[in-house]
């Protein structure tokens, strides 16, 4: 079973930054593709960006462009987000995925979830 867990979030006022970490156990981690969704309360799982087996990254929400960027490390097979400038509308769970498919927006596409790690911005 591929394990896959996130850490990193916490509170973090408006303006702040926060670094995500995601390690799997998925191997060969380079048969995998990796993303970041996040999920705020009443709302749906929301893509935010993958990161390819090869390194390429497809973002996929507007609004975090800017501040979000992702990298991944193969040989510790992590995944990580750096968010800068916070702002309250980011609070969401933010989980990690995998999948040996072609990088998606749609969470359908991955096999393999996290449990999430919470992140909370205050005005």
């Known amino acids: 079973q591929v394990q896959v867990t996130e850490s990193g979030g916490g509170l973090v006022q408006a303006g702040g930054s926060l670094r995500l970490s995601c390690t799997t156990s998925?191997?060969?981690?380079?048969?995998?593709?990796m993303a970041w969704f996040r999920q705020a309360p009443g709302k749906e799982r929301e893509g935010i960006l993958c990161?390819?087996?090869?390194?390429?990254?497809?973002q996929y929400t507007e609004s975090v462009k800017e501040r979000f960027t992702g990298s991944r490390d193969n040989a510790k097979k992590t995944l990580y987000l750096q968010m800068n400038s916070l702002k309250p509308e980011d609070t969401a769970m933010y989980y990690c995925?995998?999948?040996?498919?072609?990088?998606?927006?749609?969470?359908?596409?991955?096999?393999?979830w996290g449990q999430g790690t919470q992140v909370t911005v205050s005005s």
């Open positions: 998925a191997s060969p981690i380079s048969a995998y593709q």
């Open positions: 990161i390819t087996n090869s390194g390429y990254t497809s």
């Open positions: 995925a995998t999948t040996w498919r072609p990088c998606s927006a749609d969470p359908i596409e991955y096999n393999h």
